[in-house]
Structure formats: C-alpha cells, structure tokens
C-alpha cells in the first residue's frame, strides 16, 4: 500500500472532498456505516483542534486516496481511535471493495497499537483482533416518519400513547409546546451542557464536559456546516422555555445521537422521549436513513429502535513491546466494566452506588 500519513490541517481541499464522497458512496458498496458523521474529516479536523497527536493515513492507488484512516499517536507510538471515548463510530473509510494489512497499516502509521471502542461493522482486518461486538440501537426512517410511527404503534402501542399523551399534558400544562431542529442560538447549547454536567454529577457518572476540551470540541462541531456534515443542536421547548435539548452530528445519510438532555424539573412528561420522535420525523423530512442511538443499554433506545447495528471494541497490535504493555494495562480495565455493564446482577447495584455518590457529592 502507498500511505502517506499527514497532520489534520495539511490535508488538501481535494483530499477532504475525497474522504467525503468515499463516505457518500459507502451505502452502495455495502458499507453503510461509513456513512456515520463520526468518521467525516470534519470531525477529525475538528479533534486535530482540540487534541495533539491526531494524524490521517492516506492511501494512495494509481496516485488517487482510496482509503482514509483517522487515528490519534502518542511519541511512543501508541495508537487510538480519533475521539476514543466520545466517538461513536471508528475505522477506515474506504471505497468499496478495498481490503488492507492492519499490520502493515499500522506500520506504515508509526504505531505500535490501535485501540478502538466503537469500531464500526464490516472492518474485517480490524475485527479479526477485536475483543468484543456490541449492539448500537438506531431508529430506521428512510421510509418516512408516518411509517416509522405507525410500526412503533404496532410495536410499542403503550409507549406510544403515553408518550404523545405527555406531551400534550406538557403543553397544557407549561405553554405551547414548540420543536427546532436545527437551534442556531450558543445560549440554547449552553443550557444543554449545564444539563448534561448535572445529569452525570446525579448519576455518579464521570462529567465529560469538565474536559475543556470537549466543551471545546463541541462548541467548534456546533458552528460547523458544510455539504455532507453539520453539527445539529435540537431543542423542546415549552411556553417558550427549554425543556429538553440534543447535540449531535449528521452526515449525509446518518443523524448520530451524541449528547441528549431535559430539565429535571420536567421529567414526568418524558420530555426527552418526545424530543426524539420530533428529530426523527424532521431528520426523515431531511433525506436522513437513520438515527443512530450509540452504543449501550437504555430503555429509551430499546423502546425507540428499530434494529441494532453492530460495534466492536479491542486492539490491533505488532509484535512490540510498547503494545503489549498497552494491552496488558487496558485489557482487564475494559474486561471489568463490560462484566458490570452486561450483567444486570452487577450493573443494577454498581448504578444505584454511583447514584448515590452523586446524591451525596451534590450536597456537599
């Protein structure tokens, strides 16, 4: 393979326009989860921004890229997804039909490891090293909303009802219930983080947003706009007050879920819950084939989806002493948590202590 690697801000218009249309094409060489916003350049570039060490592997056919490989590297070759931890979807982006070396890959990259969390279906030279596949919900609407409503009635016929009987209950109740799908205002942002920050205090969850760089990243995602890709902050709102939001980004074909929010003063109206069936119906009237949710079990992503995409997490490594002491550090980390998370019998305790923390650390 011919690989150039390149930093984020030496990549041509060119090449950008490139990595886009490998993208747009991607559902029709059967890899439709290319597609995802998350492995736009947009969000590499806007990654290279706020952290070091993000580069692009480029490869080159008869003097035309084929294949864009987004990755983050530290001096001592130690190689992750770009955006490990908030990136819901991760690999390469390819023309149809291409296959790769991960070894040689990587080799060509500098790197002694690539670990990923959410590496995305059908990367068969990454899989074969993965150390487990996860189910990432999405909410299907290529055939419009009023067909994906009618078969969530069909399917959910309670949840449903309730959930639109709320919402009516909400506007009597606070004001007139109004949706925006594309908010423009930074004030309305600014709520939702604060929401978000609050919510993974409460919970006992670790606060991403007091990770400047992520507020950061965020904030440049928000004002990005091109063709293919745009930063989406979606907010309910009642008598003219914010009662839930949602940031995330969209690709040509995808809307994916990222950072949703509702103020807690509202919650019996399951405010969130509607704010979702609102961005479905906008994101279908918008050419949009799917939601995707993200990885990890919740009952509203249960209750809302229409089938499961398939991530994996895990390790592609060289024989190197750098990637084994790396796999030897993260491995049993990884193991423990997925454990907890897929057990209800460990999951259910370990949340109500984590809630509990929360409970106490807010009072204090």
């Given amino acids: 393979m011919d690989i150039g690697?390149?930093?984020?801000?030496?990549?041509?218009?060119?090449?950008?326009?490139?990595?886009?249309?490998?993208?747009?094409?991607?559902?029709?060489?059967?890899?439709?989860?290319?597609?995802?916003?998350?492995?736009?350049?947009?969000?590499?570039?806007?990654?290279?921004?706020?952290?070091?060490?993000?580069?692009?592997?480029?490869?080159?056919?008869?003097?035309?890229?084929?294949?864009?490989?987004?990755?983050?590297?530290?001096?001592?070759?130690v190689g992750r997804a770009v955006g490990l931890g908030v990136s819901d979807c991760q690999g390469l982006v390819h023309r149809p039909g291409f296959t790769w070396d991960a070894h040689e890959l990587l080799r060509a990259c500098g790197l002694a490891v690539w670990e990923f969390d959410h590496l995305a279906e059908g990367q068969a030279p990454f899989e074969a090293e993965a150390s487990g596949t996860f189910p990432s919900p999405v909410m299907d609407i290529d055939q419009g909303y009023e067909t994906y409503l009618r078969e969530l009635r069909e399917r959910s016929p309670k949840f449903t009802r309730t959930t639109l009987a709320k919402e009516r209950?909400?506007?009597?109740?606070?004001?007139?219930?109004?949706?925006?799908?594309?908010?423009?205002?930074?004030?309305?942002?600014?709520?939702?983080m604060g929401w978000k920050s609050a919510q993974y205090r409460r919970t006992g969850r670790s606060d991403r947003f007091a990770h400047p760089w992520i507020t950061r990243l965020v904030q440049q995602l928000f004002?990005?706009?091109?063709?293919?890709?745009?930063?989406?902050?979606?907010?309910?709102?009642?008598?003219?007050?914010?009662?839930?939001?949602?940031?995330?980004?969209?690709s040509e074909r995808v809307l994916a879920c990222w950072f949703p929010a509702y103020d807690p003063a509202f919650a019996k109206y399951s405010p969130?819950?509607?704010?979702?069936?609102?961005?479905?119906?906008?994101?279908?009237?918008?050419?949009?084939?799917?939601?995707?949710?993200?990885?990890?079990q919740k009952e509203y992503k249960d209750s809302l989806k229409t089938r499961e995409l398939l991530v994996s997490e895990g390790w592609v490594t060289r024989r190197h002493p750098i990637a084994l002491g790396h796999r030897a550090r993260r491995a049993p980390v990884r193991a423990l948590r997925n454990a907890v998370l897929s057990r209800?019998?460990?999951?259910?305790?370990?949340?109500?202590?984590?809630?509990?923390?929360?409970?106490i650390r807010s009072r204090n």
């Fill in 169 to 192: 209950r909400l506007g009597r109740d606070a004001g007139e219930v109004r949706y925006v799908h594309d908010e423009c205002d930074p004030a309305a942002l600014r709520t939702l």
């Fill in 272 to 296: 969130g819950l509607a704010l979702h069936l609102h961005m479905a119906e906008a994101a279908a009237a918008d050419g949009i084939a799917y939601l995707d949710l993200g990885r990890g």
């Fill in 223 to 250: 004002h990005t706009r091109s063709a293919p890709f745009a930063g989406i902050l979606s907010v309910l709102y009642a008598g003219g007050s914010p009662v839930a939001a949602h940031f995330g980004l969209r």
């Fill in 344 to 359: 209800p019998e460990f999951f259910e305790p370990a949340d109500r202590a984590l809630k509990r923390m929360g409970r």
């Fill in 5 to 77: 690697v390149h930093r984020p801000g030496e990549l041509s218009a060119a090449d950008r326009a490139a990595w886009a249309a490998l993208q747009s094409k991607a559902h029709l060489g059967g890899s439709p989860g290319l597609a995802n916003p998350f492995l736009s350049p947009e969000f590499t570039l806007a990654m290279g921004r706020c952290r070091r060490g993000v580069r692009i592997g480029v490869v080159h056919e008869g003097g035309e890229p084929v294949a864009f490989f987004p990755f983050q590297r530290t001096a001592t070759g």
